[in-house]
């Protein structure tokens, strides 16, 4: 296919629905990544005024963006982001993976960015394959291309998987912990797990995580909408749920989990720190885990975005998901920016 021949055609994010439809994407067979709901939550809560976003679409696929300023020193360019963030797990082009040849819509949607005179491109959160196929789009349409690792994300594929064998299968100071702090909590004390899961338990599930994030090791979220927003919405949809370990009327430590297809993230997580010598933390996944486990709909559990060193002891599997900067050749502040990150990247090599 010649991407030359692609027609690109820009929507508003308030007409995703659309755009999916024009391009033959059905958003019930997309992950919850992909879904009008979470661009929705995150062009609501995260973006700044200059960053009213926007959706292209060519070829099978959807690309909705975040444009937005870039600067250098005193240069001040343009840049387009994918509609992502630090909240995102996974990002890529809704319909990349089922069109019928990819690199040749990416490549029309990146030449369409050429024309716009955007100065750069960064995308977030890319699995291998899609970070393939977007990376070789935009150098097919004159991008300087530079994907990068960008964070770990650690799993277990769960088929066939009961709770008793996973459990033998972690490591045996983790069960310890876990066989201990549980009898002492549940079994003998006052501690009881909730879980929050109907549209009408928002504000209570919205209240009792906050409650735990304040007391928690967390910094405070820059977004204070985001969270809330995620879990009405999540309730809403039968697509979220959230965890939560009481000790008498006071929450203690809560997580919140998204699923999708089988596909299930602990999205976030907190705990007292008051309470962290009782390892409620470890408690409540524990619980969770257990009824995940015995969950015949759930393929998969992941960790979202990072490798801090805990998740790999709940979930031992890794794949790593990329970045991608671009920059555009044709315009000062483009080629200003490749020089400057490009020859650090170089330096860096180097050096070792």
């Known amino acids: 296919m010649d991407h030359a021949s692609l027609t690109v055609t820009e929507h508003p994010l308030s007409s995703l629905a659309l755009a ?23 062009a609501a809560n995260c973006l700044q005024p200059a960053e009213a976003p926007v959706v292209l679409r060519a070829g099978g696929v959807v690309l909705p963006l975040r444009p937005g300023p870039v600067r250098l020193g005193p240069l001040c360019g343009r840049q387009a982001r994918g509609l992502s963030n630090f909240y995102s797990c996974r990002f890529a082009p809704p ?24 100065d750069s491109l960064w995308f977030d959160a890319l699995d291998e394959g899609p ?40 490591p045996g100071a983790l069960r310890n912990t876990g066989r201990r702090r549980s009898r002492a909590l549940l079994e003998k004390g006052e ?5 929050f899961a109907q549209p009408e338990e928002a504000d209570a599930a919205i209240a009792a995580y906050e409650a735990v994030y304040a007391t928690s090791w967390q910094p405070a979220e820059p977004f204070p909408g985001y969270i809330p927003g995620l879990i009405r919405q ?32 602990i999205f976030k997580l907190a705990y007292d720190q008051d309470w962290s010598r009782q390892s409620v933390g470890t408690v409540l996944t524990m619980a969770a885990m257990r009824a995940a ?3 015949p709909t759930i393929r998969e559990i992941d960790f979202g975005w990072g490798d801090d060193p805990y998740k790999q002891e709940w979930l031992p599997e890794r794949r790593q998901r990329y970045g991608i900067a671009a920059y555009n050749p044709r315009r000062w502040v483009g080629v200003a920016l490749a020089i400057r990150n490009l020859a ?8 070792g």
């Open 95 to 118: 319909g990349l993976e089922r069109a019928r040849d990819p690199v040749a819509a990416m490549a029309a949607l990146a030449r369409d960015l050429r024309r716009r005179r955007f």
């Open 234 to 265: 999540g309730l809403a949809d039968g697509e979220a749920a959230v965890w939560c370990l009481f000790i008498g009327a006071r929450p203690v430590a809560a997580q919140i989990w998204v699923r999708r297809h089988g596909q299930a993230t």
């Open 293 to 295: 486990l015995a969950d």
């Open 191 to 195: 501690g009881r797990i909730a879980r």
């Open 20 to 42: 999916y439809e024009g391009e033959g994407i059905a958003e019930t067979d997309l992950d919850y990544y992909s879904t009008a709901h979470w661009f929705g939550n995150l």
């Open 131 to 170: 970070k393939d196929v977007v990376a070789e789009g935009l150098r097919r349409a004159g991008w300087i291309v530079e994907p990068f690792p960008q964070f770990g994300n650690w799993y277990l594929a769960t088929e066939g998987l009961d709770f008793d064998a996973y459990w033998q299968q972690r």
């Open 344 to 351: 650090r990247q170089k330096i860096r090599n180097a050096m």
